[in-house]
C-alpha cells in the first residue's frame, strides 16, 4: 500500500531509525516534532520557499525537500533556535534518508 502523504513516510522513516517524533501543528502550518534533549526540539515541514512550505500532508509525488530548525532549550529561550537542514531535493525517500542521518549527526553531538 502506497504511503498516503509525506508526513507519514517520514514518522514512518523516524520509527525505523528509533526517532521518537509526532504530528504537531498550529494556525501557520504542520510540522514533525521532534523531541531532542531535556528541552530541546526539531521541527520539520515542507523546505522554506517552495510550494509546500510549512506543510507536511502532501502527497509523496509533491516532494520538494524538508527544512528544519532545531530549538536547543526551549525551557529558558524559545526564540533561540537555528536551520541545521535544508533540501530542495524532490525524492522524498533520498531526501528523508539524509534527513534522519543529519538528525542522527545532531543528536550524537549533544
Do not use: C, K
Request: proline share 5%.
Amino acid at each position: 500500500m502506497p504511503t498516503p502523504s509525506a508526513a507519514q513516510f517520514l514518522l514512518n522513516a523516524l520509527t525505523r531509525a528509533g526517532i521518537r517524533s509526532r504530528r504537531d501543528g498550529d494556525g501557520a502550518g504542520n510540522y514533525v516534532f521532534i523531541p531532542v534533549g531535556a528541552h530541546g526540539f526539531i521541527q520539520v515541514t515542507g523546505v522554506h520557499g517552495r510550494a509546500n512550505e510549512n506543510q507536511i500532508d502532501y502527497l509523496p509525488s509533491a516532494h520538494q525537500g524538508w527544512g528544519a530548525v532545531y530549538y536547543p532549550d526551549t525551557y529558558h529561550d524559545d526564540a533561540d533556535h537555528n536551520l541545521f537542514y535544508e533540501s530542495a531535493d524532490g525524492d522524498l525517500a533520498q531526501d528523508t534518508a539524509r534527513f534522519i542521518r543529519a538528525v542522527q549527526d545532531l543528536i550524537a553531538g549533544l
